[in-house]
């Protein structure tokens, strides 16, 4: 049986807040979530049952991130962040994304190179 994570991938040179950053992740995993229940939902529920894990990692930079979900969503559902510029951030800044859940050797082909947050 395969094991499920999901991914949620944050950009640290925007120098978000611990809050601004907790905040941002869920909405990718969140966001995330509900794009594998409507594509795949045996991996929805199989994650569920698994225990929900998750693995949070870094990126640079805008570019890093939007290039790996450009790669990404071509074979995983994945959803990218934008935020409303609210508070610390710039409108329209993409922040984080989201990456499954799907199974762990799927996510760790696109993931497998970054570091923990």
């Known amino acids: 049986m395969a094991e499920f994570k999901q991914a949620i991938v944050v950009r640290t040179d925007l120098k978000m807040g611990?809050?601004?950053?907790?905040?941002?992740?869920?909405h990718a995993s969140l966001?995330?979530?509900?794009k594998t229940?409507?594509?795949?939902?045996?991996?929805?529920?199989?994650w569920k049952s698994?225990?929900?894990q998750k693995v949070v990692?870094?990126?640079?930079?805008?570019?890093?991130?939007?290039?790996?979900?450009?790669?990404?969503?071509?074979?995983?559902?994945?959803a990218l962040i934008k935020d409303a510029g609210?508070?610390?951030?710039?409108?329209?800044?993409?922040t984080a994304l989201g990456i499954g859940p799907a199974p762990e050797e799927k996510i760790d082909k696109?993931?497998?190179k970054l570091k923990l947050l």
Do not use: D, R
């Open 18 to 26: 611990k809050g601004k950053i907790a905040a941002q992740s869920a």
């Open 31 to 34: 966001s995330a979530f509900e």
């Open 37 to 46: 229940q409507q594509k795949n939902p045996q991996w929805a529920e199989e």
């Open 50 to 52: 698994q225990g929900q």
């Open 57 to 78: 990692l870094k990126v640079g930079s805008e570019k890093e991130l939007l290039e790996l979900f450009e790669h990404a969503k071509k074979e995983l559902p994945c």
């Open 86 to 94: 609210h508070t610390q951030v710039a409108p329209g800044s993409a």
């Open 110 to 112: 696109f993931t497998g």
